[in-house]
């Protein structure tokens, strides 16, 4: 049982290293997708507030959500990680910050 | 002899004249009053909560270059410019087909040529960008794979700041040109060529100058990513109306009015059915980043109860632009459909039934 153990470990283990950059970036994926496609959805579309919020909403929670109307710059946590996306202009719609 | 010739030609401008064309505005023919049974399928009851169902935000259907038929639900109105979402690798097609009638580059080019960072992938041609067949691996996956799908760490995380050059950085899992295999990178590649096709003056402007305005197409959006490269596989916006004029220019043999706007082979190349492809891989058989109704692979028409003729542009949550030539027909239908129940067939049947007399 023991060596079951810790062949899961090492199997796991392995998985990890494996797949680490994917890993890494995948708590980054709920804030960067909520905060691009409420601003899009907000400032590109021109849809309400509340109809955005529904439209962003996945099975993931996020916090700390603020939308800055005056440099429509729209900031959400979730996952323990920050995004933040920007208007930047009528043809070039909205963009994640780098 | 004199009297004849001049009647002759009255007679080819008045048929030149009788083809309708849109101008600042669509005009409308006569509107179709059949429409129940389309109705019932494309615009249920909706529920913006629990998000279940089809969720049609626009249907436009142009027939003969005059709107018969338009109807907007949700927030969505004329004058929304709607995420296209997938709509958008078409378009990139039609503006890649301008800087081709310019001269600018061959389809058999290698795409390094105009994208160096593609230089670990040297074969690949700008062909098989088209066709979706770089043999670049992809995982294409939006909400099901998260961890593993490339599309979303190129859009959100690890690629989002440079999409070509993620992209470009991919292991290769086939030889170019050989596999079809559906890739939102392989769409990034093309327009980050196109940057070097018509030069870093022209291409800021380029979808505009190239495509969008020689249509009177006035609120066009496309996002960047921070290199400046257009997101050509995801985040074009246009109004129902204004994407129904690039659907009239496909079905119209790449004319606009009197403007060849696109090369006639340009336009054979994108409606000719890719041979890699292999039966049931896609919901419809790929041509050059269009999508076809075409037998392919042993497997029947993917869209049995339209015409063989029939191609469309498509994007997730169900954006579709359809074109059927044999018929003068150009379809938007723009949705939030959160659930995979829509079906292409079924509406297309019933916007045949609806405005066939």
Known sequence: ?98 | MCKGLTLLLLLISCTVQAEPWPGEQWPTGATITNTEALENYAFPPRDDTTRKGIRTDALLIIHDGQIIYERYAGPTSEHTPHLTWSISKSLMATVLGVAYSEGLFKLEDPAAKFYPPLAKHPDIKFADLLHWASGIDWQEDYEYAPLKSSVVAMLYTRGHRDMAAFTAEQDSYAEPGQAFRYSSGDSNLLAAALKNIVGPQRYPDYPWTALFEPLGIRHAVWETDAMGTFVASSYAYLTARDLARVGLLMARDGRWDDQQLLPKDWLAFNLTLFKGYKAHQDEAVPGGQWWLNRPADGASSPWPDAPPDTFAALGHWGQALYVIPSEKLVIVRYADDREGSYRHNELLKRVLKAVRP
């Open chain 1, 1 to 98: 049982m023991k060596r079951f153990l810790l062949l899961l470990l090492v199997l796991l283990l392995g998985w990890v290293v494996y797949e680490r950059e994917d890993l890494w970036a995948f708590p980054d994926i709920i804030s960067a997708y909520t905060a691009k496609e409420y601003c899009s959805c907000r400032y590109v579309m021109n849809n309400d507030a509340e109809y955005c919020r529904g439209y962003v909403k996945q099975w993931l929670p996020t916090s700390d959500f603020s939308d800055d109307s005056a440099s429509k710059t729209i900031t959400v946590s979730g996952m323990g990680r920050s995004n933040s996306a920007q208007w930047q202009s009528e043809r070039r719609g909205c963009r994640l910050n780098p």
